[in-house]
């Protein structure tokens, strides 16, 4: 079983940032893919960014631009750079790892409020 703890969250001013990690129970040197979801208020869960075993990275448009996703092997911790956030960032961010396709872990999740 892995377990992902996600850390970092909380409320900003629009404009400023954040930074979230997402850390593992398990080595991420090997994995599949590591991803951030968000879900907002009376919406349903979406991708926020992605980044595979081989290091390529994908973004919701919503978030290019602003946001950037990383990982430390060393310290098995994938992170979501933030800037220039936005209320409508607001929501509950989610960390997921997939170690073996279709297997996936979920995070228990932080919230991020971003006020105007």
């Known amino acids: 079983q892995v377990q992902l703890v996600e850390s970092g969250g909380g409320l900003v001013q629009a404009g400023g940032s954040l930074r979230l990690s997402c850390a593992s129970s398990?080595?991420?040197?090997?994995?599949?893919?590591m991803g951030w979801y968000r879900r907002a208020p009376g919406k349903q869960r979406e991708l926020v960014a992605r980044?595979?075993?081989?290091?390529?990275?994908t973004y919701a448009d919503a978030v290019k631009g602003r946001f950037s996703i990383s990982r430390d092997n060393a310290k098995n911790t994938m992170y979501l750079q933030m800037n220039s956030l936005k209320p409508e960032d607001t929501a509950v961010y989610y960390c997921?790892?997939?170690?073996?396709?279709?297997?996936?872990?979920w995070g228990q999740g932080t919230q991020v409020t971003v006020s105007s």
């Open positions: 398990r080595s991420i040197f090997s994995i599949y893919a």
């Open positions: 997921n790892a997939v170690y073996n396709w279709p297997m996936d872990y």
């Open positions: 980044i595979t075993g081989d290091g390529s990275t």
